[in-house]
């Protein structure tokens, strides 16, 4: 799955028969193991990024997330994400549509497009859309007869970010429809039903909890993203800067309390979609368990 | 006519799914499409159903072309394999789901549906969501989903596939006797030869893409008209060398042709229990099965081997007795097709060897 584990525990996994086991030791020190690394590598790092904010006091926290600069970051931040996450949502369903209910010339070739951005480096990510429109790119002198600004402005902030993001919802829904085939689909055609209805009455509702959980990786991505971002925003203060790019500046400024603040926004943001996440698999994991039931007993 | 089928061709690849197939169906007929696995009968009923296009022929319904109408506007109901029942509605929504989508009126759908929970036994269920009902209880949400918006023409794929055995034989009943009280045209396909003798009024034979019989079960049990009908329908044991049995070296049987015995058309037991002992050759007992409700004999007389079945209530046999086998009379296959060899000694009783 693109980026992210998905959880579905189920208790049945869980109680494993004496034969098939290991033994106490074993587990407590795979267990310890598994639990020391990760307060290591992420619990540590987290914690730390607090304790920097708040080392100078609640009042330079409080400035630092106030300060104008920050505040137009988080703007900035918030406004990719509300238009880049939503145009991928679209050419998400409208790819894993494609890919699984037809078949086409071509369709390994999407596949494989689709990966593209997860397999490429943010960098050269970024560094394709100021090939096109930079001043020296394809399109530049184009854009700059009719004074139309891309690279160094929220268009190519937002198109980067789409770029890098928009496998993120296809990925999700391409297996999970696979799984579901077309047999719902087909019964709704054959009990009268057309195109924009079966997709609003059956197809959607069969895809919801899969498409939200891949719109929160999607979102968290968006807002996150930072190689692609920094080399085509320019990193202009208060207005092409986002978040992550608000983050690095401070800390190359050696305002490394500022820099901590700002970065516990994201920090908080991250946390906001995991907890989403965390509610969307649980719902998930309540209809897998209805479904494996049902196949349960149809055998 | 109510279905018709000209000359209709499916290719998948070079696979030849539905090969040339015409066929007429009566108003009202419950119709089993019977063949083994991957013989396109599914095939053939998607293309009914308008779900595939066929590359080839005519589809005609009450006289009207419909190849190029589309599946929502063919007036068609159709009982998936696997159900295909919403997961996320209830069972009212999912019979209600023809109905909503013709923009019926609350009332009218709510009447229809109640009619249809009443018509399956359904009442009670109308609040579960399909993965809380068992598997016959979704076969009937299916079948009363297919028949909420009044289809003309009911299709069933493989209805009673997933259901095990007890059940199956229930719904099997019950399917026929709700679809004649209907009045529904229907076709259901199946590989099960005893569910399209039980269910089916006419049964149409299919495989490897090709029609190979339609007739009415005792029709197409008695008088097979392919080598393929006879060995596939009833239980048959299939003869090399038929005119070498005793009694049929006198009966016309063409050099090389083959033969079918079913196990119906022998009698095996003591010299003592069998109709005409002048007409019995004689055989060793290979194997005895115990199939329930009578036991089954594998039997060898000269080279071939013979499958009979043995009423309970007689004496039991054993692996190797000596047995006296009659043979009523055999399928002779031609090359396309079967001729019934009544045994020559049966109708001459009382052979005088001078």
Redesign the interface.
Known sequence: MAGAVTSHLSHEAAKRPKHITESPIVKWVLISIALLFLALVVLLPLISVFIEAFKQGMSVYWASITDPDAVSALKLTLMTALIAVPLNTIFGIAAAWAITKFSFRGKNLLITLIDLPFSISPVISGLIFVLLFGAQGWFGPWLDDHNIQILFALPGIVLATTFVTFPFVARELIPLMQAQGV??E?????????GW?IFW??TL??IKWGLLYGIILCNARAMGEFGAVSVVSGHIRGETNTLPLHVEILYNEYQFSASFAVASLLVFLAVITLIVKSIVEWRTSIVQA??E??QA??? | MHIELKGVSKTYGSFKAVDNVSFAIERGKLIGLLGPSGGGKSTLLRILAGLETPDSGEIRINGKRVNDVAPQERGIGFVFQNYALFKHMSVYDNIAFGLTIRKASKAEIKSRVDELLELTGLRGFEKRYPHQLSGGQRQRVAFARALAPRPDLLLLDEPFAAIDAKVRKELRTWLKQLIATIGITSIFVTHDQDEAVEVADEMLIVQQGKLEQQGTPVEVYTQPKSAFVASFVGHSTIIDDPAGLHGFDQAAIPAGAKGIIRPDFVEAGRADEISLPSAAAKGTVKRVFFRGTHLELELTVRANRLIANRSLDQPPLQPGDEVSVLIHRIYVLAEQSAVMVENPLKLDPLPVHI
């Open positions: 047999h719902e087909e019964a709704a055609a054959s009990l009268g039903a057309k209805q009455r059956v509702p069969n209805g479904k039931g049902e007993d149809a055998h």
